[in-house]
């Protein structure tokens, strides 16, 4: 909501006005300062294609200073006094590679990983092309039948199980769902070709400082903060918007604020909440419009900031294998 206003503030767009229904602008941008360092509760990283938008963005207010995250160490199982249950991160990748290949080389499993690696770019622009940025053009009727079903199902169906690893590392890591859940094309638009390689590189421990994952040093809330005040936006904060109807003049918009009802008559509006929202609150939405998002859910995501006391490290941060996988919950 906040990078729209702002692009529609350098279009020539005036008298812009955000509703936001909590207190805070930066959405799932959420950090909380402890210790004097931003620790990040929603937006935790960021991929090579960020270069493109997001960095510069940052840059450009002064906030874009960034680092190189350290890989992630893995535990096989929930417990640190279990035997061979302490991994680095090549040692879980490879080892699940293994299972594939029938082999204990090395450097079979390494080299079977890369070929799928390659294949699976090539794949994708074959099917979505060369873009800049995470988004594709609309994919074709014929490739939107290739990639339904999960992620899982396709990568089964296209010989490509030797990035299940990798995929719980990009998705179920994050918390962003589990490779048998999560649909095909979303888990593909996520994984680019560049987040793909970087995803196996870190994996392997050979990213390097061009090609890797990273976080802002500041954080990313900041971000959004620091545009608004210095772009002046105006931000009408605790604000729940009741009621939406489309008219020949613009859009009567009915918000909640303060215990009131207020009618508010805009030119236009940019919806950026779910849209699962949005079908509540709209008085005329189209059939193309039910049709395309009366199937949609809303998966909330929890996370906590918590001190540990005596607590037995793998590295920097950890992975527990064991809660990627969707059949344990």
């Not at 270069?51 to 893995?74: H, K, R, T």
């Not at 199980?161 to 095909?184: I, N, R």
């Not at 196996?200 to 005040?229: C, H, P």
């Not at 395309?292 to 037995?312: A, K, P």
Request: charged share 20%; with cysteine.
């Amino acid at each position: 909501g906040v990078h729209m206003a702002l692009s529609l503030k350098r279009k020539g767009f005036t008298n812009l006005t955000i509703y936001e229904k909590s207190n805070r602008v930066g959405g799932k941008s959420y950090d909380i300062n402890y210790r004097g360092v931003p620790q990040p509760l929603g937006t935790s990283f960021a991929g090579p294609n960020y270069f493109y938008n997001l960095i510069p963005l940052a840059q450009e207010y002064g906030v874009g200073d960034y680092l190189q995250m350290p890989s992630v160490n893995v535990w096989a199982t929930n417990s640190a006094s279990d035997p061979g249950s302490q991994l680095l991160t090549g040692e879980y990748v490879l080892g699940a590679v293994a299972k594939l290949t029938n082999s204990t080389s090395p450097q079979v499993n390494l080299g079977f990983l890369i070929q799928t690696v390659v294949r699976y770019v090539r794949l994708h622009k074959e099917m979505f092309g060369d873009y800049q940025g995470d988004l594709m053009l609309q994919p074709s009727s014929k490739v939107m039948s290739r990639v339904r079903g999960t992620l899982q199902e396709f990568l089964t169906r296209e010989n490509m199980l030797a990035l299940l690893p990798v995929f719980k590392l990009s998705l179920s890591l994050g918390g962003y769902s589990y490779v048998d859940e999560v649909p095909a094309i979303y888990g593909l638009i996520w994984n680019n070709p560049k987040l793909m390689v970087v995803s196996a590189l870190r994996a392997l421990n050979r990213d390097t400082e061009n090609m890797s994952v990273y976080i802002l040093k500041d954080g990313f809330e900041l971000v959004w903060k620091t545009i608004v005040e210095k772009e002046k936006l105006a931000v009408r904060y605790n604000t729940d918007i009741y009621s939406i109807k489309r008219t020949s003049k613009g859009v009567d918009m009915k918000i909640w604020k303060d215990s009131n009802v207020k009618t508010v008559k805009c030119d236009f509006m940019i919806w950026t909440p779910e849209m699962t929202d949005f079908l509540r609150t709209v008085s005329d939405a189209s059939p193309s419009e039910v049709s395309l998002f009366r199937g949609l859910r809303t998966e909330i995501l929890t996370m906590s900031l918590v001190n540990m006391r005596n607590e037995i490290r793998n590295g920097p941060y950890n992975a527990y294998t064991s809660n990627m996988e969707s059949n344990n919950f």
